[in-house]
């Protein structure tokens, strides 16, 4: 899409913030005005919409594309998504470790175990861990807790807890990022540890590289988001 207007503007109004362009209100590809309660994310979205060029690129937006996702997705479908995201606890990418080789499995325990234990301590539950690709039960205590934590995030912030589980397969990185015991490049070499050790031991395929550069861009993206939407 071409670019179709000249000025921007971040606007209060409603008790929200809204992005005009040339003084039309933008709205949500479900319609919706695009109003978000953080000056700061207001702010970034306009800043996103300003920069374009002659074409309009929406994944150069990532302020914009999460926050219509809260918008559409999350506040039409809240309970549908919630529950999405908490089934990632049953089958946490931290909870499945290698039993070989040696270097791998103490890698993943020095990286993925302080998680679990956070999430002990922080939830008041722990999450079993096994070797190999078995499935292995978790308990329905810990499913429970882990649930309650995705819902104790608003349509804004479990939005960017939607993003990152998907793209971590890991419900406890994605909260340790939400809750900031990680920051966004922690929270992206938890998730890709197994491939960059892989990377180490066989060389760098091109195509998983531009997937990494993918999912490190989401990441930062939400971390950003959350960041910016609790800046107020």
Known sequence: MKRFYKNVAAVQRD???????????????LRKILAVPSSALGQAIADEWASQKETIKPHSMPMMQLAATALDRIAEERASVASQIAAYAGSDLVCYRADQPVDLTVRQNETWQPLIDWAKSRYG???VVTTGITAVAQPDEALAAFADAVNAHDDFTMAALSTVTALTGSLVISLALSEGHLNGEQAFEAAVLDETFQIERWGLDYEAEDRRISI???IMAAERFLQLYRAG
């Open 216 to 218: 490190n861009g989401e």
């Open 15 to 29: 008790g929200g913030h809204q992005i005009e362009l040339d003084g039309k209100v933008v709205r949500t590809p």
């Open 125 to 127: 539950t722990g999450l």
